[in-house]
């Protein structure tokens, strides 16, 4: 997750705020393609991490796996979600302001 | 690699190093009275272990790992035990090269390591949590 934030290059600012809806509607969604697909990566590696760590508990249930291995994974794995659950946060929260925008 | 993700890392293999340290102790607390079963044969030998750094490629930091156990080499104690089934012609009984104070004193060493690795592990967790922190709403 913290890898994922790190390769996060900054959005460039939309410059057309007196263009019309359609090409404004064009722009944000090119915009929201990367966005989107970094939330996508980054979802996808906080549910690696939950599954990774969901095996080795089931693993160390059976005897097979070490508990310092369960602790690592379960402990990677809600740092991650926690990380997740903060940035969702910031998402909403900023749609929220935008929603709450005068017209 | 994210500094404290290593440090986490490296801590835990401190962790791995240690408790590996006190199966091999308790191994020999465990066989501190273990003789042969024929007459004049060996007894149990006590197993030692080492450690060595080892450089973890992905994260570039120095972790420890198990370098080898070794068998302690010193003399075995006779014991003039004439009846035991491993008494020699004069009734003498070789026994384990263990001494149990030894033994203590490095089950003493191996909790504190391990302890001092788990309140470096707290920490890093700490850290990165209040990092993530960060985000939440002030």
Redesign the interface.
Known sequence: M??ALGALTPLSPSSNATASSNAAASTSGQVGASFADLVAAAAGHTVGAMRGAEQLSVEALQGQA?V?EVV?AV??AE?SF??AV??R??IV?AYLEVSRMAI | MDALTTALKVASSGLSAQSQRLRVVSENLANAQSTGDTPGADPYRRKTITFAAELDKVSGGSTVSVLKVNRDPTDFPLEYLPGHEAADANGYVKMPNVNPLIEMADVSEANRSYQANLQVIKQARNLISMTIDLMRNQ
Do not use: G
Request: glycine letters at 0%; aromatic letters at 0%; a negative charge.
């Open positions: 913290l890898q070490d310092r690592d402990m990677s740092q926690q990380a903060a940035i946060d910031k929260t």
